[in-house]
């Protein structure tokens, strides 16, 4: 039978008969109610594809909407995370300038003081020699040495 000769039929029973009637294979009917557009209410639903207003409507329309909804979120994401790092660094970078005053213990170790040593030690001073005659002790002597 052509698509033109079930033209008048609407509905899956219909289908069914006319299977039967005329010695068809058992999967006839749900061919060609898949081809009419009739829904088959003994159909099991397939990658989520429904029948509405005697045509197919595939839900992976309604994916792909969602689907681009979720990458413009993401993109969206990516940028305010890329912003929100730019501030962290920001933020430790202005974190770093912690003892803007000056306070605490202030460093014994100078330029001029490990230019002092190092001459004294060149010219063969022991450390013990440089740190009484520099008034730092013989450890701060070694280490401005050896910096």
Not at 8 to 15: A, N
Not at 21 to 49: E, F, H, M, Q, T
Not at 76 to 85: A, M, P, R, W
Not at 108 to 127: C, F, Q, T, W, Y
């Amino acid at each position: 039978m052509t698509k033109q000769d079930l033209k008048h039929i609407s509905t899956f029973e219909e289908l069914l008969e006319i299977s039967k009637a005329n010695g068809y294979d058992r999967n006839w009917a749900s061919k060609k109610a898949k081809a009419l557009g009739i829904l088959n209410p003994r159909a099991k639903v397939k990658n989520d594809v429904r029948i509405l207003d005697n045509g197919y409507h595939n839900k992976a329309n309604e994916h792909s909407e969602l689907l681009e909804s979720l990458q413009t979120q993401i993109e969206l994401l990516i940028t305010e995370n890329t912003k929100l790092k730019q501030e962290l660094m920001i933020a430790n970078e202005i974190q770093k300038l912690k003892n803007e005053r000056g306070a605490g213990r202030k460093p014994k170790l100078n330029d001029g003081l490990i230019a002092k040593v190092k001459e004294l030690r060149g010219k063969g001073a022991s450390h013990k020699t440089i740190a009484s005659e520099l008034g730092i002790s013989v450890g701060l002597a070694h280490k401005a040495s050896q910096s």
